[in-house]
């Protein structure tokens, strides 16, 4: 089992930056596929980030390239997601999710991620 605690959000101006921290526990998480999704309201959960732990391959939809980065600190079993440039459309309840599997690739879609946090709410302010 491997349990998940988000931290980070909060409110900020349009333009702005944070960096949301998935910090683990129960488990090592360098072996472990990490992603990040976000929903918000009246819209269903998305994929913004993910890192493959076999290769630390990475992904992110093209609403977010160039301005997320996804990382993790084995050394702090923790991973992060930095924002910059953020925009009024990326208002949502963050979610870090951890998976385990031997792929190449990054997993995209939320029913491959078998651990979940509670969400960290990030709004973002014109």
């Known amino acids: 089992q491997v349990q998940l605690v988000e931290s980070g959000g909060g409110l900020v101006q349009s333009g702005g930056s944070l960096r949301l921290s998935c910090a683990a526990s129960?488990?090592?998480?360098?072996?472990?596929?990490m992603g990040w999704f976000r929903q918000a309201p009246g819209k269903e959960r998305e994929f913004v980030a993910g890192?493959?732990?076999?290769?630390?391959?990475?992904s992110y939809p093209d609403s977010v390239k160039g301005r997320f980065t996804i990382s993790r600190d084995n050394a702090e079993n923790t991973a992060y997601l930095q924002m910059n440039s953020l925009q009024l459309d990326d208002t949502g309840v963050y979610y870090c999710?951890?998976?385990?599997?031997?792929?190449?690739?990054?997993?995209?879609?939320?029913?491959?991620?078998?651990?979940w946090g509670q969400g960290t709410q990030v709004t973002v302010s014109s």
């Open positions: 999710a951890a998976g385990r599997s031997f792929r190449l690739t990054v997993a995209r879609t939320a029913d491959e991620y078998s651990y």
């Open positions: 129960g488990r090592t998480l360098s072996s472990y596929d």
């Open positions: 890192m493959t732990a076999r290769n630390g391959r990475t």
